[in-house]
């Protein structure tokens, strides 16, 4: 199996930016589509952004696309989401997950491993 540790939430205006790291430990990381996911109170997790094992295929949710933008590197092990132009809808709890079926996919059911989540608030 794989470990997901996220890092680099945290209160910025909106406007800002920030990029959330994703560093991935056990299996080979290039073996899995990755995949960022948000919670917010009270709301269900939604899916954000999801990349393919190579790295030269992404999707985005319609409310992040042109603002946000997914990125890995096999070599390192982890996977990035940097997020511009956030804007206070955009404060969840972020989610770096990883799928080993290698098919990209938004569905957060077919994500088997998670890390703990980092918080992104959005100040307004």
């Known amino acids: 199996q794989v470990q997901l540790v996220e890092s680099g939430g945290g209160l910025v205006q909106a406007g800002g930016s920030l990029r959330l790291s994703c560093a991935a430990s056990?299996?080979?990381?290039?073996?899995?589509?990755m995949g960022w996911f948000r919670q917010a109170p009270g709301k269900e997790r939604e899916f954000v952004a999801v990349?393919?094992?190579?790295?030269?295929?992404?999707y985005y949710a319609d409310s992040v696309k042109g603002r946000f933008t997914i990125s890995r590197d096999n070599a390192k092990n982890t996977v990035w989401l940097r997020m511009n132009s956030l804007k206070p809808e955009d404060t969840a709890v972020y989610y770096c997950?990883?799928?080993?079926?290698?098919?990209?996919?938004?569905?957060?059911?077919?994500?088997?491993?998670w890390g703990q989540g980092t918080q992104v608030t959005v100040s307004s």
């Open positions: 997950a990883a799928d080993d079926t290698n098919v990209v996919t938004t569905d957060n059911l077919e994500f088997d491993y």
């Open positions: 056990g299996r080979t990381f290039s073996n899995y589509v």
């Open positions: 990349i393919n094992w190579s790295g030269d295929g992404t």
